[in-house]
T-cell receptor, first 114, second 108 residues
């Protein structure tokens, strides 16, 4: 069964460093999302991406965050200058040919900022 | 105030029990989703509902649009059902708005 994959599974970084989280969507999916879950809290929406541009972003998704699909397959989330409060599990999700389709979640990347 | 509220927050049941998890929401929705999150963190979609009732194996999900309420039922619960069950809605856009989850533990 097709699945969303994410790399790395765990990333440890120093405060102020840049990190790139990668997601490989299910083939032929067109809608892409990033969510995050701070330990012990609910999952929160960060950004949605369709047709090579951001469709919607949350208040969390400020200027230190960016997304792109550089090679038509990988979907990346970059955090330019990490902060302690960026420590969380980051989930990529993808949906098929309609934004109303069920989203399929990747296994997550646990980001730890020291 | 959270747009999506779940109850209970934690639930412990004996194997074989019938389990109900509730979800209330305060916004107009296009769909409601039930998801399962395993201890390792992975999230799996169980149901997407816009009306009525859906059944998959031992899981049943219902929604009452007028009352802005949904329930997830598990029949003949089993220890492997132990997980966090999350209600999420889509409202106007495609992003999921998540509830805080219900942590279920089923004892053998």
């Amino acid at each position: 069964e097709p699945e969303v994959t994410q790399t790395p599974s765990h990333q440890v970084t120093q405060m102020g460093q840049e990190v790139i989280l990668r997601c490989v969507p299910i083939s032929n999916h067109l809608y892409f999302y990033w969510y995050r879950q701070i330990l012990g809290q609910k999952v929160e929406f960060l950004v949605s991406f369709y047709n090579n541009e951001i469709s919607e972003k949350s208040e969390i998704f400020d200027d230190q965050f960016s997304v792109e699909r550089p090679d038509g397959s990988n979907f990346t989330l970059k955090i330019r200058s990490t902060k302690l409060e960026d420590s969380a599990m980051y989930f990529c999700a993808t949906a098929g040919t309609s934004g109303a389709d069920t989203q399929y979640f990747g296994p997550g990347t646990r980001l730890t900022v020291l | 105030k959270n747009e999506v509220e779940q109850s209970p927050q934690n639930l412990t049941a004996q194997e074989g029990e019938f389990i109900t998890i509730n979800c209330s929401y305060s916004v107009g929705i296009s769909a409601l989703h039930w998801l399962q999150q395993h201890p390792g963190g992975g999230i799996v979609s169980l149901f997407m509902l816009s009306s009525g009732k859906k059944k998959h194996g031992r899981l049943i999900a219902t929604i009452n649009i007028q009352e802005k309420h949904s329930s997830l039922h598990i029949t003949a619960s089993h220890p492997r059902d132990s997980a966090v069950y999350i209600c999420a809605v889509t409202s106007g856009t495609y992003k999921y708005i998540f509830g805080t989850g219900t942590r279920l533990k089923v004892l053998a």
